[in-house]
């Protein structure tokens, strides 16, 4: 096996690395900087240019060496090169490779572009480790066109109605999305904290965002009227909104797909804003990278493991600490 | 069906009370009078029947979709929702031409008609013809399940917003038997016949539980206080020589109940009373527990049996008509003495008994009589203000329920099962153990009662701590205490503990507690000893 799974994480014997582990290691290769993937404490970690200052944002002062998308790194005679992965800026699928068998490690991904994410591309290989978050059929995205028509409506409406528009949105990848995807023209797009100090860090490194204005104590929400103010979800539902006065609030994620899902959010909007594929865009991967093997990380694992069983591949499942929402959500609170 | 799917989705994607009254009454404005009509119906519960079971539509939307049927319920099982699955997995429809409400309800109905070929090809071809919303809603229509979060309190209100005519009146209006099919918009709302229905009942007077001390509610000699009873609230009607019993949830239950043919042995015609549907022992003069009434619930036929093992009569609190005439601007107090004239003499084997007053002098003395309602076979006190009219529907300030506190019991968690729908990515649904020596028993489940905070870190650990999956039930260490409330306790042959609770929830995370000092299975028989 040229990777394996332990307790630790997903583990390569012949190169002695780890991708994406959750306990403490001596070397981490790190698929993108969402807290579920990229932990603290390993005592070093490869990523890409494009993930390792936001990896640093969040982790602090680690040992961090980063290589280009594409790069061939020999680790103890495996090769191994990191591809886009479409997830959010930065985000690699992780390709091994070693006595000519190659695996995939998918990380977190989406195959539509998004016009942030460096745009996800096939790997193929022998044996493909796939997330399947929305491994179900019931999961089918609209379009980018579609969803910041949607946006964009309720935010006009909503200015001409004298309300702020919240929305809530992971503080890496998903508001940036949300904020690219708007017409920045309707009004000022307001930041909360943890978002602001995530476009500081994307800006800093090259990515194009529109004009934000970072919410503090000392800003005048009076010459701001009608604004979008984009926050992780968990600031939603505290006292931060209320400086706001009327507003009316979203929630933008994969998971408002499912009516019950949008109505327990007590949102008043649920805008079906995804960064991971949908069951069309999952079936496409697995077919694209040629793999026959096939291991399903997180999410709808056994449903997509009969499923690709059925369709012929030899499919397994493997536990992992992936996709755990909490942490994103625990993360947004700073 | 494109203005309704419209008003269903401003409907459904909003909390807030006053953008759901908005939208309803521009509907009312301007929709046509026949989808108007339609509209109050579903929003009152009156939709049409299910034309095709679950079964074969699952099987065409599966067909349609390219999906074998294990992945299907597989989608069903997470959504949790027939109605939306077929929605999200169907392909995207082409345009067509709009047709109204009325116009497609009337298909749906005509489709029971039909072989279940043509039936198919139809259901078909208008998935291909409805787009988004209106998919959704078209499949709620034929499944018989549509609802949406609007209370008939808030349609009402809208209602007589758009239509000018007082919301009290128009509540009672809205009651009784009535469908689409038997009246219009105008012989139910703009222009009624009193006469037309006989069965009507009044809108039901509804309370709400004291917050805090009962004693901030003003003089105790302002109030009455009544056994708050554990059965099925009810509204016996006798008018023009026959009678009609409904439900608070406006459901017809004459049939269910026979027991009250007789009522009009001994009351005049004209007489409308609200009380309580309670199982009794004719002997001890005494009610026999829920157990007993539950069965009688959900049974359209009763057999001789169940009829002598568990009779029942309506304990009653009120008296809305008298001799035809509607009482209820009068006050309570007036209300409740001519109720007494009216039925406390009435023969122990009428079907109706008064429902007594529970006397006090002060409110220092009231709540230790609350605290023997277990022993009266009771779940609390009542308390309504003798001035008080008998008010259409929710109305805060003169009827308060004062409810005992719940029986509760500390229990270990052990199963773990993932939510359907508005909960489908966490775990919410536990099994709870207690102590048996050293061994668990399960003995209740519970699905309610935490916050969306506490939900989401319990299933942060149930993902990190499986001991084992059943299907969709995960084993968990026995690390979590959790303080489980409850209405009731019954014995119980079908568990293994023995006991079956009633409306177990959990009250609180007992994050303090160790797991050894969880409860034992002998408390829980001691509870069943003394309150079963
Ligand atoms: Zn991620
Ligand atoms: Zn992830």
């Known amino acids: 096996m040229v990777l394996e799974f332990r307790d630790e994480g997903i583990y390569c014997p012949a190169g002695r690395f780890y991708i994406d582990p959750w306990k403490r290691v001596d070397r981490a290769l790190v698929t993108h900087g969402h807290a579920d993937h990229a932990y603290e404490g390993h005592r070093h970690y490869l990523a890409t240019h494009e993930a390792a200052p936001v990896m640093r944002h969040r982790l602090g002062e680690i040992d961090l060496e980063s290589v280009a998308y594409g790069e061939i790194r020999e680790i103890d005679g495996v090769r191994v090169s990191f591809h886009p992965a479409g997830h959010v800026p930065g985000s690699a699928q992780i390709r091994v490779e070693h006595r000519g068998e190659v695996w995939v490690v998918s990380g977190d991904y989406k195959t539509t572009p998004d016009g942030l994410s460096e745009p996800w591309e096939p790997v193929r290989c022998d044996a493909f480790i796939t997330e399947c978050t929305f491994g179900l059929p019931v999961f089918d995205w609209l379009t980018d066109a579609e969803l910041s028509a949607q946006i964009d409506e309720w935010w006009r409406a909503n200015r001409a109605a004298g309300r702020h528009s919240a929305i809530g949105a992971y503080a890496l990848g998903k508001a940036q999305r949300v904020m690219t995807m708007v017409d920045a023209s309707i009004g000022p797009i307001l930041t909360h904290g943890a978002v602001e100090n995530t476009n500081a860090v994307l800006r800093r490194q090259g990515v194009t965002l529109p004009d934000t204005i970072r919410v503090t104590s000392e800003t005048d929400l009076k010459a701001h009227p009608g604004g979008l103010i984009v926050a992780p979800p968990s600031a939603l539902a505290g006292p931060w909104l209320r400086r706001f006065g009327p507003v009316s609030t979203a929630i933008a994620s994969g998971w408002m797909a499912l009516r019950g899902v949008r109505r327990r959010r007590a949102a008043d909007r649920g805008f079906v804003v995804s960064d991971h594929a949908d069951w069309a865009g999952l079936n496409m991967a697995v077919r694209e990278t040629g793999a026959e093997r096939i291991f399903a990380t997180h999410g709808y694992t056994a449903v997509f493991r009969q499923w690709l069983e059925e369709q012929g591949y030899d499919a397994q499942i493997v536990a992992t600490e992936y996709g755990d929402e909490l942490l994103e959500t625990e993360e947004a609170e700073a | ?532």
């Open chain 2, 1 to 532: 069906m494109k203005r309704f799917a419209q008003l269903f989705t401003a409907l459904d994607q909003t909390t807030k009370t006053l953008a759901k009254t908005a939208a309803l009454t521009a509907y009312f404005e301007d929709a046509p009078e026949a989808d108007r009509l339609w509209t109050i119906a579903l929003l009152s519960g009156r939709r049409p029947k299910r034309t095709v079971n679950a079964t074969r539509l699952s099987e065409w939307a599966a067909e349609v979709a390219g999906l074998p049927m294990w992945l299907f319920k597989a989608s069903y099982d997470v959504v949790g929702d027939l109605a939306e699955t077929i929605h999200l997995v169907l392909p995207e429809a082409e345009a067509a031409p709009d047709r109204s409400l009325s116009d497609w309800i009337a298909d749906i109905r005509a489709l029971a008609a039909q072989p279940e070929p043509e039936r198919k090809a139809w259901v078909l071809r208008s998935w291909t013809e409805l787009d988004g919303a209106e998919r959704f809603v078209f499949n709620k229509l034929i499944t018989g399940g549509f609802r949406v979060g609007v209370s008939q309190k808030l349609m009402t209100r809208s209602l007589a917003k758009a239509t000018g005519i007082e919301e009290a009146e128009l509540a009672h209006r809205l009651m009784g038997k009535w469908t689409p099919e038997t009246t219009s918009y105008v012989a139910l709302i703009t222009a009624p016949d009193p006469e037309a229905d006989l069965s009507r009942p009044y809108p039901f007077c509804l309370a709400y539980g004291v917050e805090g001390d009962p004693a901030d509610l003003g003089p105790a000699e302002d109030w009455i206080a009544e056994w708050k009873w554990d059965g099925i609230r009810g509204q016996l009607i006798l008018r023009g020589g026959q009678h009609h019993l409904w439900s608070r949830g406006e459901e017809l239950m004459t049939d269910r109940f026979p027991e009250f043919a007789r009522a009009a042995d001994f009351l005049p015609d004209g007489t409308v009373l609200d009380g309580e549907i309670l199982a009794w022992d004719a002997e001890t003069r005494r009610p026999m527990g829920f157990s007993a009434l539950q069965t009688r619930i959900g049974r359209k036929t009763v057999s001789k049996k169940v009829l002598a093992d568990a009779p029942v009569i309506l304990r009653a609190y009120d008296l809305l008509e008298e001799d035809g005439v509607d009482l209820r601007a009068l006050p309570f107090a007036e209300r409740r003495a001519r109720l007494v004239g009216r039925i406390a003499d009435l023969p122990a084997d009428a079907p109706v008994a008064l429902s007594p007053v529970v006397d006090f002098a002060d409110w220092d003395t009231l709540g230790p009589i609350r605290e023997t309602a277990r022993e009266a076979q009771a779940e609390g006190l009542m308390l309504k203000r003798k001035g008080s009219p008998y008010h259409v529907g929710r109305k805060k300030g003169d009827w308060w329920k004062w409810k005992l506190d719940p029986l509760t019991i500390d229990a270990v968690m052990v199963y773990a099962q993932a939510g359907h729908g508005r909960r489908a990515n966490l775990y919410t649904d536990f099994t709870f153990a207690v102590w048996k020596e050293d061994e668990l028993v399960p003995f209740t489940k519970a699905y309610s009662g935490l916050t969306d905070a506490e939900f989401r870190r319990i299933t942060h650990w149930v993902r990190r701590n499986t001991l084992a999956r059943f299907g969709p039930v995960r084993q968990v260490p026995p690390e979590h205490v959790f303080e489980i409330g409850f209405e009731g306790i019954q014995k119980s042959t079908r568990h293994k503990s023995g006991v079956a609770l009633r409306f177990p929830r959990m009250l609180r995370w007992r994050d303090d507690k160790p797991v050894a000092e969880a409860n034992t299975h002998a408390d829980l028989l001691q509870m069943l000893e003394q309150y079963g």
